[in-house]
């Protein structure tokens, strides 16, 4: 037997079919008392016997549990001390609960990162993993439940703190180049019922998923062109628009890196045209960051009309078939410095989509032509009405 503090282990015998089998039992105080943690079987006492006297085992059965991707992400989130960071912000777990909040929301994460599933599901993934050598939690401790009552106890304040901590520390462990960061918003649909009131920013919104029929989530993320790391976060609304949102965003990268930016370091935000709006280019002028912003091509008409001649190879060995032109332009009432960029990878898979819009449409033109001449149609509306129903959308594109 073998101890360490709460944690104990031992090997116990039990009798199967006549056979005396041995495993490891891995014994740990949980709420004060002591629970069974892990049981791994081992061999037989025949096996044992025989290793003694020399001769060589082969196991009738083997078991495979995974190991390298789970220990990957937990060794990550040991290093950033994740778990921590969640419990001194939130608090300790209660003497009765199975494991720290910490413990839990790590868990979770792992799940997401390594083979995802439902909450319930959770105790099934993690009993075909190595994860027991991990993290020492009892089986009751994976109930669904349980996972839930830890999400909740963390609130909207806490839950920006513990992203500010963890970020904090990723930078000093990692050392990440923020001189380049890119902003992007998007929205996910989600299954959460209509009816249910308890998640006000689940709404029903543009779906870019073109999922009309569910409620979205909106979310905004600043990540560095090192390496992707993502660096702020921000959830809001799926009812709102991207462009209201920005301001968010930006505030809370000056408050956490601000100082660099004013300091020996410039940080340079890249965002599209989505963002867009005088407000919003106000904010960021007013900022100590440099930006790179990306105005709608329709509002300068004149730019897409510049023959082909004028652009030149931008380097043709990262962007291959980029060309580009500089020029200066009044953007929200400034004189701007402004790069027209052509690329004719771009524009032949804007073909492609083009055509492939077309054949579609056509083969619905034919079915629907084929249908009235048989007879077995009744147009009770003008024509046009069903064939704008197939949802199909055309993009224009300029050689």
């Known amino acids: 037997m073998g101890s360490a503090g709460d944690h104990f282990s031992t090997i116990i015998g039990k009798t199967i079919k006549g056979h005396t089998c041995y495993y490891v039992r891995e014994v740990a105080r949980v709420g ?15 096996d044992i016997e025989a290793t003694m006297a020399g001769a060589t085992v082969m196991s009738d059965r083997t078991r495979h549990l995974a190991f390298g991707d789970l220990a990957a992400v937990w060794s990550m989130f040991e290093r950033l001390k994740v778990a921590e960071i969640i419990d001194e912000i939130v608090g300790l777990r209660r003497t009765d609960a199975a494991a720290l909040k910490g413990t839990y929301i790590a868990l979770a994460t792992a799940n997401r990162v390594v083979d995802r599933c439902s909450k319930r599901k959770l105790s099934g993934w993690w009993k075909n993993t190595s994860g027991d050598r991990l993290a020492r939690l009892p089986a009751f401790a994976l109930d669904h439940r349980r ?14 703190e513990i992203e500010r901590r963890v970020v ?43 999922r009309t029929d569910l409620r979205l989530v909106g979310l905004g993320l600043i990540v560095s ?3 992707g790391i993502p660096l702020v ?26 100082a660099l930016a004013e300091g020996t370091e410039a940080l340079t935000l890249v965002y599209d045209a989505s963002q867009d709006s005088g407000s919003n280019q106000e904010l960021i002028e007013d900022s100590p960051l440099h930006f790179v912003g990306s105005p709608p091509p329709s509002d300068h008409p004149d730019l897409l009309a510049v023959e082909r001649d004028r652009y030149r190879a931008v380097d043709a060995t990262p962007f291959p078939g980029l060309t580009a032109f500089e020029t200066r332009r009044v953007v929200f009432g400034v004189e701007r410095r402004i790069v027209v960029t052509h690329s004719e990878n771009l524009r032949a898979k804007q073909d492609r989509g083009s055509e492939q819009a077309l054949s579609k449409a056509c083969r619905q033109l034919s079915a629907l032509a084929a249908r009235l001449a048989g007879g077995k149609t009744a147009l009770l509306t003008d024509p046009w009405v069903e064939i704008s129903n197939t949802r199909t959308f055309f993009t224009a594109t300029t050689s």
């Not at 628009?241 to 000056?254: G, H, R, Y």
């Open 168 to 210: 904090a520390r990723l930078l000093e462990v990692f050392s990440v180049d923020l001189s380049g960061l890119v902003l992007d918003m998007t929205n996910f649909a989600t299954y959460v019922d209509s009816s249910n009131d308890r998640a006000p920013i689940a709404q029903r919104g543009h779906a870019k998923q073109k």
């Open 225 to 227: 062109t090192d390496g």
């Open 32 to 46: 004060g008392k002591p629970k069974v943690i892990s049981q791994r079987y081992l061999c037989k006492a025949a």
């Open 147 to 160: 996972s839930w009552d830890a999400m909740d106890a963390i609130g909207k304040d806490q839950l920006q």
């Open 233 to 258: 976060s921000h959830a809001y609304g799926g009812n709102r628009p991207d462009v209201t949102q920005l301001a968010a965003l930006v505030e809370e990268l000056v408050a956490r890196f601000g």
